[in-house]
Structure formats: structure tokens, C-alpha cells
């Protein structure tokens, strides 16, 4: 088993202290050991390509006692756990981890591995994780270990920790924070044998069926995407406007009109046989009187069954007289109103399973019964048949537990029996009439055997009722012979046929039935996944986002658009909220009319749950500037670029990374950069860096700004050939070629749509009809002109982001009279952050206005203006031309107020739509009285 779970402390990883739980727990040193937080990372994360569980520990006076000094813990260790020794850790064969812990390990990586082999013990093929020490705090460990099902692996954990726990010396023992994992976890130890039992139930509980399980590993064999949609057996596959759905063997391909057609047992039987297909004579009854008249007319013996049943519930066989008619009459009836009452074909019972018209497999099922040994009883002998592992509950398992109901009494019954009763050895004893495996009954595979009669006649019955998936029951003397010659014929044509029968028979070759599912689903050749546009970086991401769906839209796609402002389908906005997390990619990949999705990706999302795709086709890092530094971990601006990677690391390898070669950062990337390498840059023809000169030189593809007037122009180089894509004053969103910022996102959108086959004149048409108005990129450079002044709108909330911006503003004074100025920053940022936004406003504005963010995140209120007012007085800023105004509508509206005829108004809002409102419907005479001044 290939563990690959190493433990020393990672090089990037280690400095990450990445997490999202609410609540905490502090450990002091040489107290016990307790849970800080806990994350779900349900796609590629910063710490692993696969979905993972973290659980930050703090070991507290268990980073003193390493394994191999707490007297007798490995030997309890391995003996409770012995898979444990299989584990091959880093060392990757088995032994490893034993090795690991005969030497000494800490109590962190043990957990991960007891918590990776409690899953295994509940049905799980979970086998890799890894645990990493915490920079900057002593103790304190990240342990990551991978899951199939989510509630199963936190509870994994959570009584690994537990367990462990109860094997410590008392002095050592007391595990802290547990209702972070779950709220309702009682306290104390937990036996092994406990845990292992709840892992299982709940595995159970949460577990797909065979038929389900067995479609979605035939789904992941191709690649295809797969979804789970609710909490039983609705699948979706693939994605977006590709998507495909199952529930069981029930798919999106499957006739309504099909099912209802099956489900009734009288209308299947009358269109087989109007098309000449060998099948029963019946009549439906509603009375038992009419059952019994018909039995009679129709001849001994006969079946009686519900006219819509399903799973052989109140199927009655081998009715020889009118009292047993009644019986199976009220049987049926328990199922519903109308009975069918038929004739019994001779024979065996055999499903043949069609799929997208031609049989894949084929089944002789055998009802539920014993074989004697002359020492049980028949009941005994039942409970002894239960024990097969294979058996379980309804359909859990290949097979099912035989249950002894009035069924099996009237059986036994009929053959002189009773469940006291002792066959003699060997005999066989029959329980129920009919063969269905959700009633206990056997399979054996007779695929190879069977005549070709009975496969056409199989294949046309699927046809005739329009089902793509179909059970066909067959009742044949010989399956290797023609019914025409034999006897017999079609009982039954089912929809959502099981097919543990054929997955796993009792006897003979398993069969792959559910490929040619997944493959009449999607043939050969014809994809499953939608592009995917993944964009990260500090400054411009939800611009350059929107210009890559304008492009892609100009191409004739309906376009997903996932950005801060919201989920866009095309233009329409479909959830407004900060749509930059994976909570909000999924919503575009589930959603059916998404031909192409666009997705800004923040460094939030990737830190709290990962991505919410598991591979990219393009994705683009721009630039790594300070922002967000010292939260959640992220210290450095290495730091910051370690989390931003995860986006290009997880491109397909026949895809494209594109990388800002202007930022030493982000070029870097490129060596854990997956598919093909693109550069974009500002620096063109003779200013071109070595980096890109080289690229290019190399064949590589690369989009630069070659110097000119207007802001120059866009160039693509690619396979050592040069072409002149369009002058950046062409793109309206560059502001005539003023916006520097602007001209670098259309460079990078213009990279990843080229990269990704987009015609050159589209990339132009989607850039030219791209404008920085509210309605296309609101909160991204918004010019209003509708007062005697000029407006401008933008969510500048870093010094980086304001630095470009001033640039531009710089450019534009000349034509303006005051620059007047509403700046801010969110209070979770460091002070040196906060003291820089202020110098660089000091340096761009005549005029300014501070003002805080409707949230302080953590700082007191008049705390971040303060900052920002120390940054700007000690860059020269004169303090009568500074106010200080708490509240975001009374600092904007007296920005508006102060405006004269020419002056250039720059407003930087935390409410973008709110101040949008605000500046379009600003009159002298309708401004906000009153002042909110500190």
C-alpha cells in the first residue's frame, strides 16, 4: 500500500499557517494537547493536488515526548492497529512508518497516520498525508490527510486524536478543543473498537450505491468530472453546459415516457408483444375474485404481481389453485391497486442488461435459499448464509441479507416445511419464488453462453419500450438456446436496473457495465469539462476576469463569470456577493448553459477550502504585491506567492500557465507551472527583458507592449514569429492609453484566450468592445461625467493598487483642476500598509478625505484614518487639506460637495454600488448633511 505521508517540516509549507476554523483554542506551554482549528479542503489546495482534512494541533507538553519515549505507546500502537505497519511514510515501503515511530515521531504525525488507517478500517482506500510544524510556533503542527467521504474523515480524526489521547500517560492526557470538529463530541477517550464501528455506520450511511459507485469510478477513469448533487444518488458528470446526470442507472439520456412505459407491467407486455417479441399472457384485476377467474381462464400455474412494482415486491410464482391466487392476489396488492395476473413461463430467470442498445451483460438469477448440512435448521442455515461478508443491508453490498417474512413461511410451507426444520445435507432449499438479489437471491454470469436469438430479442424489448438502460427479465429453459425453440419469454422490461448482479456475480466473470453507460453517455472523442479561465494575483484580477468573458462572449460562448462583484451568466448578474472562492466556481460548473467559465481566484478561497475545480485549462498569476500580509499565516511576499501558485500548479498538462514576466515572483512560478508556459509584459521590442527575450527565442509564446504613442501597442510573439495584435488606446478600458494597469490586464487576458486558440481578430473584437463602465466593470475604474467635474470610481484598497492608479490620475491633471481624493484601506491590514496608502495618497491628491471601512476587522473605530492621516502628514500632506471622516457616504458626499467645475474626484469605496448610486444621483441640493469628523 503506497503510503506517501513525510513528516519533516516542508519548506514553503511549513510557513503556512492557513486556516479558517471561528473558533480557537490556546495551549499553553506543559499543558495537554489541543485542536487550534480544522479546514476542509475539498479541491487542489495549497498543501496538496488531492481534497484533504487539516487539524492544526498544538502538542503543548507532548513536543517534549517524542514516540519512542512514552513507555509501552508503540507496542499498544501496533498491536491495537497493526495495518499501521504497513505504512510506508516517507519511506515509501512498508515498515516505514513503524520505523518512524521505533525512532521517534511526534504525536502530530501519528494522528494523521491513525487517522488515514481508521478510514481504511471503515471501507476506505485513503493513503496520503503529510503533517508540517507551523513557522514561528513551537508545538504547533498542521496534520493534512486525505478522504473519500468528508464526515467520514473528520470523524477519522477527531477519534484519532481521542484514541491517542487514552494511550498517553495521565500526567500527558486531556485533549482540548474537540467541538471544533464537532460540536456535539463528548469528551474523554474513545475504544477503538467504538470508533471503528461509528466510521463504518457512518461510512454506510453516506456510501453510494454499488450501481452508482460503480458509473462514477467508470466516470473518473475517463477523467470526466463528478459532482455529488444531493445526499443519495444524484450524480452529475462532467461540466457546465457538458454535464451529464445520473441517478442509479437512471440517466439524462432516459425517456420519461420510457420509465412510465416500464412501469407498467400490462402496457410493456402488449407493445412486446405487438412487435412480435415471445412474452406472457396476463390480465390486470383489481379484485381477487377476477384473479382467480383469470388464473383460470389463462390456465395453471400462474404469477400474480403489482402492475407497477419493482424489485420482485409481491411477486408470487407457481400459483397452482384458487386459494393461492388469493394469497398472491393480496400480496401484489399490498404494492399497489392493480394486479397483474399471468402466465408462468417455463424456465430459469435471467436479466439481460441492454445499454444504449446492444446487451453488455448477462445474469441467471437464483432465488434466496440454503444448502442442508443434517445439523442446522432452516433458520439457522439462513443466519449462517447472512454472515457472508458480501451480504448486506438493501443495497449496499454485492448481495443482500435474506429477511424470513410471510413470503418465506408460505414458501416453506408449500414444500412441507418450516424454519425448524433440518434439511438433509446437500438439499437445497428454495425461500422465496422469485430471483432478485434485493431479496436475497444469487447471480451468476451466463454473458458468454447465450444464444444470439436471445440477445436480439433482448436488444429489441430495450428498444420497443425506448429505454437507454434497460433490464430485460427473461424466463429461458437455456439461455444457450433460441426461446423461439425452448419456450419461454420477456417477463419484464425494467428501467434503473441494478448491477451488482453483474459487477460481482456469485458464480463466473464480473463485467464493466458501467462503461458502456459512461461511454453512451459520452462517446469517445466528445469532452466532458469546459474551459476553464482560472485568474489570480494581487491587483487586477476581477478586470481582467471580465475582459476574458468579454472576449470569450465575442466568440459566440455563454460565458460563466465568477468575480468580487459576483456569478455573472454572460450579462446577467446571478448572485451578488464576493464571488472569488470555490463555492462560487462550482455554481458556474453546475450550472447547464455554461459553455466557458471565467474565475477570479482569490487568495481567501484557496487558503480556507482550496480550489473549486480540480484542473484549469489557462491560468494566470499578475503580479505579487503586498496586500493581505500577516493574515492567516502569510507573513512574506514569498508566502503570498506560494498560495497565488496553486492556480497554475493545477493547469491540465495540455494547457497554458500565463505568467506576468515583469514581476520576479510571479516569473518564478514558472517552474511549478503546469502545461505550457506564456509570458506577458510591459516591456516590449528594445526594453524586453532577458527572461521574455529568452522565452520567445526558445519558440515560447509571449504578449508585450511595444513602446508608441498612446500607450503603443499590443504584440504577440509565438513559435519565433512577431504579429501586431492592436494600439492599447484601441482598448477602451486603458483610458485612451492613460491606464497603465489597464493595458497590462488586456495584455494578460489577450495571453490566455490566444494561448487557448481564440482568433486574434475576436481577442480584438472582445477588447475593443471592453469598457470600464459601472454596468461591464463596476468598481473598476468607473468614469462619470454627468456633473461640471469629473468622477472616477475604483477599488483601489492596497498601496500597490493606488500606486498605478496615481499614475494615471498624474496623466490626467493637466486636463482637471483639483484632484480630490476618498481613500481607505481595510483595518486587517499591517500598519505599514496602512501608513504607505497614506504617503501615496499625500502624493496624488489636492484634496483628501480618509475614511473607514464599514468593518474595522479587529481595529478600533478611528484607528485606520489616524494611520492613514500620520502616513500622509509626514509625506508632506498639509493637515487643512486632510479630513477625517468615519462613515463611507458622508466622506464620499463631501468629496462631491467640495467638487468645483473641472476638478477630477476620486472615490474609493468599500460599498461600490452604494457610492455609485450616490455619485449619480448627487445634487447640491440632495448632498448628506451633517458630518462624522474625528
Not at 252 to 262: C, G, R
Not at 442 to 470: F, K, S, Y
Not at 608 to 628: M, P, S
Amino acid at each position: 500500500m503506497p503510503y506517501d505521508v513525510p513528516s519533516a517540516a516542508g519548506e514553503a509549507e511549513a510557513a503556512l499557517d492557513s486556516d479558517v476554523a471561528e473558533t480557537s483554542v490556546q495551549a499553553g506551554r506543559g499543558s495537554p494537547m489541543a485542536i487550534r482549528e480544522t479546514s476542509v479542503y475539498r479541491g487542489p489546495n495549497f498543501f496538496s493536488r488531492l481534497p484533504m482534512i487539516r487539524i492544526q494541533v498544538d502538542l503543548g507538553a507532548l513536543e517534549a515526548y517524542p514516540s519512542d519515549t512514552l513507555p509501552g505507546f508503540v507496542e499498544r500502537l501496533l498491536n491495537d492497529l497493526p495495518g499501521l505497519a504497513l505504512h510506508g511514510c516517507s519511506n515509501r515501503h512498508a515498515g516505514g512508518f513503524a520505523r518512524r515511530l521505533h525512532d521517534g515521531t511526534w504525536l502530530g504525525h501519528v494522528a494523521e497516520h491513525v487517522a488515514l488507517e481508521l478510514q481504511v478500517l471503515a471501507g476506505h482506500a485513503t493513503t496520503r498525508g503529510k503533517t508540517r510544524s507551523v513557522r514561528g510556533k513551537p508545538g504547533v503542527y498542521n496534520i493534512l490527510y486525505a478522504y473519500e467521504q468528508e464526515e467520514v474523515g473528520l470523524m477519522a480524526g477527531q477519534y484519532a486524536l481521542r484514541w491517542l489521547d487514552s494511550l498517553l500517560p495521565p500526567d500527558l492526557s486531556g485533549l482540548h478543543g474537540l467541538r471544533i470538529l464537532d460540536r456535539n463530541a463528548a469528551p474523554g477517550p474513545i475504544s477503538l473498537e467504538t470508533a471503528v464501528a461509528e466510521l463504518r455506520s457512518l461510512a454506510r450511511k453516506h456510501a453510494l450505491g454499488p450501481t452508482t459507485q460503480a458509473l462514477v469510478d467508470a466516470a473518473k477513469r475517463r477523467g470526466i468530472p463528478v459532482a455529488r448533487l444531493d445526499e443519495q444518488s444524484f450524480i452529475q458528470l462532467g461540466q457546465g453546459s457538458r454535464q451529464r446526470r445520473l441517478r442509479a442507472s437512471i440517466t439524462s439520456q432516459t425517456s420519461h415516457i420510457a420509465v412510465q412505459t416500464a412501469g407498467d407491467k400490462a402496457l410493456t407486455k402488449t407493445l412486446l408483444a405487438a412487435a412480435g417479441l415471445p412474452t406472457p399472457r396476463g390480465v390486470v384485476v383489481g379484485a381477487a375474485d377476477e384473479a382467480v377467474a383469470a388464473a383460470a381462464k389463462l390456465g395453471w400455474p400462474v404469477v400474480t404481481k403489482p402492475l407497477d412494482g419493482n424489485h420482485g415486491r409481491g411477486v408470487s410464482t407457481a400459483l397452482g389453485s384458487d386459494a393461492e391466487v388469493r394469497w398472491g392476489f393480496a400480496q401484489a396488492a399490498e404494492h399497489g391497486r392493480r394486479v397483474v395476473v399471468e402466465q408462468m413461463l417455463p424456465g430459469r430467470d435471467h436479466r439481460f442488461l441492454v445499454v444504449d442498445g446492444k446487451v453488455v451483460a448477462i445474469a441467471e438469477r437464483t432465488p434466496a435459499s440454503v444448502v442442508g448440512d443434517g445439523r442446522g435448521s432452516i433458520q439457522e442455515l439462513v443466519a449462517l448464509t447472512n454472515l457472508d461478508p458480501r451480504r448486506g443491508k438493501g443495497h449496499e453490498a454485492v448481495m443482500t441479507r435474506i429477511v424470513i417474512d410471510d413470503h418465506v413461511r408460505d414458501r416453506l410451507q408449500r414444500s412441507g416445511l418450516t424454519l425448524t426444520s433440518v434439511p438433509n445435507p446437500g438439499q437445497v432449499v428454495e425461500l422465496r419464488a422469485t430471483a432478485n438479489l434485493s431479496t436475497g437471491g444469487v447471480a451468476a454470469d451466463r454473458t458468454a453462453e447465450a444464444h444470439p436469438d436471445n440477445v436480439a430479442i433482448a436488444e429489441q424489448a430495450a428498444l420497443v419500450i425506448g429505454l437507454d438502460v434497460a433490464g430485460v427479465d427473461f424466463m429461458i429453459p437455456d439461455v444457450a438456446r433460441s426461446v423461439r425453440e425452448t419456450g419461454g419469454g420477456i417477463v419484464e422490461v425494467n428501467a434503473a436496473p441494478g448491477f451488482r448482479m453483474h459487477l460481482e456475480p456469485s458464480e463466473g466473470q464480473g463485467r464493466d457495465v458501467a462503461e458502456p453507460v459512461i461511454a453512451s453517455l459520452y462517446p469517445r472523442g466528445s469532452a466532458a469539462r469546459i474551459p476553464i479561465f482560472a485568474v489570480t494575483g494581487t491587483n487586477g484580477k476581477s478586470t481582467t476576469t471580465r475582459m476574458v468573458a468579454s472576449i470569450l462572449r465575442a466568440q459566440g460562448l455563454n460565458v460563466g463569470c465568477a468575480s468580487t462583484t459576483g456569478v455573472y451568466l454572460n450579462d446577467q448578474l446571478v448572485y451578488a456577493a464576493d464571488a472569488s472562492g470555490p463555492k462560487s466556481a462550482r455554481m458556474l460548473l453546475r450550472n447547464p448553459k455554461v459553455d466557458a467559465a471565467v474565475l477570479e481566484v482569490a487568495r481567501g478561497g484557496i487558503l480556507r477550502e482550496g480550489l473549486g475545480f480540480d484542473i484549469c485549462d489557462v491560468g494566470a498569476v499578475l503580479n505579487i504585491t503586498a496586500d493581505h500580509l500577516g493574515l492567516k499565516g502569510v507573513v512574506t511576499l514569498e508566502d503570498l506567492a506560494a498560495v497565488k501558485s496553486v492556480v497554475v500548479e493545477n493547469v491540465r498538462r495540455r494547457g497554458h500557465s500565463v505568467l506576468n514576466a515583469d514581476d520576479p515572483l510571479t516569473l518564478r512560478m514558472r517552474r511549478r507551472s503546469g502545461g505550457a508556459l506564456v509570458l506577458f509584459s510591459m516591456h516590449g521590442g528594445g526594453d524586453m527583458s532577458e527572461a521574455v527575450r529568452t522565452h520567445i527565442d526558445a519558440g515560447g509564446m509571449a504578449v508585450v507592449r511595444e513602446p508608441g504613442r498612446r500607450g503603443g501597442r499590443l504584440v504577440v510573439h509565438r513559435h519565433g514569429q512577431r504579429s501586431d495584435l492592436m494600439a492599447a488606446d484601441e482598448v477602451p478600458a486603458t483610458v485612451g492609453g492613460t491606464a497603465g494597469f489597464n493595458i497590462q490586464n488586456a495584455l494578460a487576458a489577450a495571453a490566455m484566450t490566444l494561448a487557448h486558440g481564440v482568433a486574434p481578430s475576436i481577442v480584438v473584437e472582445g477588447l475593443s468592445t471592453f469598457t470600464s463602465s459601472f454596468e461591464q466593470n463596476p468598481g473598476r475604474l468607473n468614469l462619470y461625467d454627468g456633473h461640471p467635474f469629473r468622477v472616477i470610481l475604483d477599488y483601489a484598497h492596497n498601496p500597490a493598487s493606488l500606486a498605478a492608479l496615481s499614475e494615471m490620475i498624474k496623466a490626467m491633471a493637466p486636463a482637471h483642476g483639483r484632484l480630490i481624493g476618498m481613500v481607505s484601506i481595510p483595518g486587517d491590514r499591517r500598519n505599514e500598509d496602512i501608513l504607505e496608502m497614506g504617503r501615496i495618497a499625500a502624493g496624488t491628491f489636492d484634496e483628501l478625505v480618509f475614511r473607514e471601512a464599514p468593518d474595522g476587522r479587529g481595529r478600533a473605530t478611528g484607528e485606520v484614518i489616524s494611520l492613514l492621516t500620520d502616513g500622509a502628514i509626514a509625506a508632506g500632506a498639509s493637515a487643512e487639506h486632510v479630513q477625517r471622516i468615519i462613515d463611507e457616504k458622508v466622506a464620499a458626499d463631501t468629496c462631491l460637495k467640495m467638487a468645483r467645475p473641472g476638478d477630477l474626484v476620486v472615490l474609493l469605496p468599500t460599498d461600490i454600488g452604494g457610492v455609485w448610486n450616490q455619485v449619480v444621483g448627487f445634487t447640491p441640493e440632495g448632498a448628506i448633511c451633517g458630518s462624522s469628523d474625528v
